[in-house]
């Protein structure tokens, strides 16, 4: 009967001592349960801040580079634009310079043909064409003054005479005739201040040997003895000859 008991008792010792290690077990298995579950828990935790940090990070970088991509668009725009009024400036001064070259071109042709159109009226009133200028050797005689008054009122004046071949061109038109040049003295017969009517100074000169030789004689005319070059003479101013008269072709 002992025995029996004995044997329940320790039966039911070992019944108890089972049930202890399931709970020791269960409890093992719980802290280790949750313990996966904190460590879980912080795993997504950490993965959740980094994708929130990330995020904001990407976005704020997309959000600084939308400036900048305006801004550099804006600046290409106002290269295009600057650019494109250069280009209408340049076009437009040429346009105008074109304009302005063509007018002068028709001022110039209309010009020319003026001229011409007085070239061919003044060859038949007598006038002769000689190194773009004309001369008019006359048929009656007058004064020094009468004969300038005479140019003076056709746009001409009294003929200046700049060269040795110029002196033979004047020469063969006065024939035979003594003709008054636009030359005088201005330093009233001292014979050192000889100018042309134009106010230019006397730089060469056809004088005939001996000449100039009166105090009195101021004006000057060409075709005064038998050398065909070197026949200008001083005479009084009131003296009569026939004149030339010189316009240019382009005053």
């Known amino acids: 009967m ?12 070992e019944e108890k001592r089972g049930e202890r290690v399931e709970m020791v077990v269960d409890i093992y298995e719980s802290t280790d349960a949750v313990r996966d579950h904190d460590i879980s828990t912080k795993l997504e935790d950490t993965d959740s801040d980094q994708k929130l940090h990330t995020k904001p990070s990407g976005g704020d970088t997309t959000e600084r580079r939308k400036p900048r991509r305006r801004l550099q668009m804006t600046a290409v ?9 250069l280009v209408i400036t340049v076009l437009s001064v040429r346009y105008n310079n074109l304009i302005t070259e063509r007018e002068s071109v028709q001022r110039d042709r209309d010009r020319l043909q003026l001229r011409l159109s007085e070239i061919d009226k003044a060859t038949k009133q007598g006038w002769r064409y000689f190194n773009s200028s004309m001369y008019y050797i006359s048929t009656e005689k007058k004064t020094w003054s009468e004969s300038r008054q005479f140019c003076r009122e056709r746009g001409a004046d009294l003929v200046i005479i700049n060269s040795r071949e110029e002196q033979k061109i004047v020469n063969t038109m006065r024939g035979d005739r003594k003709a008054w ?9 001292n014979n050192q201040d000889w100018k042309w009517v134009d106010g230019t100074a006397l730089v060469t000169d056809y004088w005939k040997t001996g000449e ?10 060409t075709g005064h003895g038998s050398d065909s070059v070197k026949n200008w003479a001083d005479f009084h101013c009131s003296d009569k000859c026939v004149w030339i008269c010189e316009k240019s072709i382009f005053p």
């Open 2 to 13: 002992s025995q029996i008991n004995e044997d329940v008792i320790y039966t039911e010792e």
């Open 77 to 85: 725009c106002l290269g295009l634009l600057c650019v494109l009024l």
């Open 181 to 189: 040049i636009g030359l005088t003295d201005t330093d009233k017969g």
């Open 212 to 221: 100039p030789n009166g105090p009195n004689e101021l004006c000057v005319i």
